[in-house]
């Protein structure tokens, strides 16, 4: 008990009033830092397809951005399908018919808008995780088993987010969706996906043709604490 009375109290000061990041000295006028890249990442419903970007440069963008996660026990499970010119409407042609039967007529008019805003766009990133790899970790390393979806879950988001990310470094827009578990199976036989993939998000990316809301912040006392 004495050690964790060492250890101090909580700090309640409002950092970000006071502190900035310390760019690295640079001969450069500005130099854009790690924090700042994060930053361009936001959710932008406008898009669309005026992106010049090569169809192959945007896919060797989002693999090298998954292939730089970390992953538990290197089990590098995600999987990623990248959807492009047709292939991106049929997919969201397939979204609107399978909502189309399960929403309500009465609310489907919205639903179908803000799916339209999403076949507006370039291309999407379907997030996978292959259940195959999880299970055999699982049988590998029984003590953790119950662990290894809570990790993979973890490990899709990283990557959700690296590729949201580098898109946004790019210049491009982009948004999260999440039309999954419903739409699984219709996808899966339309694109030939593997029974062992299992459907995580879907990110739908492209130019942006609107003016993006400010991001709202919820009180930095609330989310987080520093103890020294």
């Not at 999407?124 to 195959?132: H, K, R």
Request: charged residues 25%; neutral net charge; glycine residues 4%.
């Amino acid at each position: 008990m004495d050690l964790f009375n060492k250890i101090g109290a909580v700090l309640t000061t409002d950092l970000t009033k006071d502190f900035k990041f310390k760019k690295k000295p640079s001969n450069a006028p500005f130099e854009i830092t790690f924090v700042d890249q994060l930053k361009k990442r936001r959710s932008v419903y406008q898009l669309g397809k005026k992106v010049h970007y090569s169809q192959a440069y945007i896919a060797e963008l989002i693999q090298e951005s998954v292939r730089s996660c970390p992953s538990a026990y290197n089990s590098q499970s995600t999987r990623i399908v990248v959807l492009f010119g047709e292939s991106h409407q049929s997919f969201w042609d397939i979204v609107k018919e399978i909502q189309k039967r399960h929403v309500p007529s009465t609310i489907f008019e919205g639903v179908e808008i803000k799916i339209d805003q999403c076949a507006d766009a370039f291309g999407t990133v379907l997030f996978y995780e292959d259940q195959n790899t999880i299970q055999q970790l699982q049988k590998k390393v029984p003590f953790s088993a119950s662990d290894f979806p809570v990790w993979s879950e973890q490990t899709s988001g990283m990557a959700q987010f690296a590729i949201w990310t580098s898109l946004a470094d790019s210049g491009l827009g982009a948004s999260l969706q999440h039309y999954n578990p419903s739409v699984d199976r219709a996808v899966a036989d339309y694109f030939g996906i593997a029974s062992n993939w299992l459907m995580r998000a879907q990110l739908v990316f492209g130019s942006i043709e609107g003016q993006v809301a400010e991001k709202e912040e919820t009180n930095d006392q609330d989310r987080f604490r520093v103890y020294i």
